[in-house]
């Protein structure tokens, strides 16, 4: 069965966010569309498939200190297409009772994740838009696929920069940390606008009117983000500076944060 067939609303020929992202990691589920996109991305600055596994490897890293911390639930909204190590196979590393819930609104998204976890008790898969969050929170809830009485981790990759100004970002996080109990974490990467201007420019006359539209945002906008929350070192910084201080800066520039509820 095609991508199509399993997942019903897909249109290739509309660049998909995920898709680029799976591209840049070395997958296969993505699109000519997407891969154009990549490539002019890549034309710009080189360096961005490397910038992707640094992504990665600072949502793995999110994962293992928030699973040390004793957190044994994970919600990751805009999951993206499912790459290994996934959040459930790394937060089992460390406590094998984790249940994890991965959200996305991209229905090829949807159909891999529930092919990749259809005998995988206690992971879940949800098809929802972060822009409802009240929809979201609600189906955690009557799911009992999360205990809000208990820390969650909430991991949001990748996602926040392609919800425009108008749409209310700030009030959707603040959503879901008000339902959060102390001691939950959140995990954000972002899109800063610290980012080469060629590439800030081919990016959004790539995506423009589209629902991988950009909106890049400052370091400062994007601690905003963090509201109720305090910061663990070293703050809001581009993602490689999580992982190590000797990696390169790249010419997009990503930002990552990790903060805890305090209780």
Not at 92 to 98: G, M
Not at 227 to 243: H, K, Y
Request: charged share 25%; with cysteine; glycine share 6%.
């Amino acid at each position: 069965m095609s991508d199509v067939d399993r997942a019903p609303g897909l249109n290739p020929n509309v660049p998909s966010s995920a898709r680029i992202y799976d591209y840049m990691l070395g997958g296969k589920d993505n699109y000519d569309i997407d891969r154009e996109i990549a490539h002019r991305m890549l034309a710009i600055a080189p360096d961005t498939k490397t910038l992707a596994w640094f992504i990665r490897q600072f949502l793995v890293k999110a994962v293992r200190l928030a699973a040390d911390a004793g957190v044994r639930q994970f919600i990751d909204l805009g999951a993206g297409i499912p790459t290994s190590p996934n959040v459930h196979e790394t937060a089992r590393e460390i406590e094998p009772s984790a249940s994890v819930v991965y959200i996305d609104n991209d229905p090829i998204v949807h159909a891999h994740c529930d092919a990749l976890l259809a005998h995988s008790p206690g992971v879940t898969a949800l098809k929802a838009d972060i822009r409802q969050p009240d929809d979201i929170i609600d189906r955690l809830k009557t799911g009992s696929h999360i205990d809000f009485n208990e820390p969650v981790a909430l991991l949001i990759i990748g996602v926040l920069h392609y919800v425009m100004d108008d749409e209310d970002p700030y009030g959707i996080v603040a959503k879901f940390r008000d339902v959060l109990a102390p001691g939950s974490y959140l995990a954000i990467t972002h899109g800063s606008n610290d980012t080469h201007p060629d590439f800030i420019n081919q990016s959004h006359d790539d995506t423009n009117n589209s629902p991988s539209q950009v909106k890049y945002r400052s370091r400062e906008e994007t601690a905003a983000f963090f509201d109720g929350f305090d910061l663990i070192d070293p703050g809001v910084a581009p993602a490689q500076e999580w992982l190590d201080d000797d990696l390169p800066a790249t010419r997009l520039v990503i930002y990552g944060g990790l903060g805890r509820k305090a209780g």
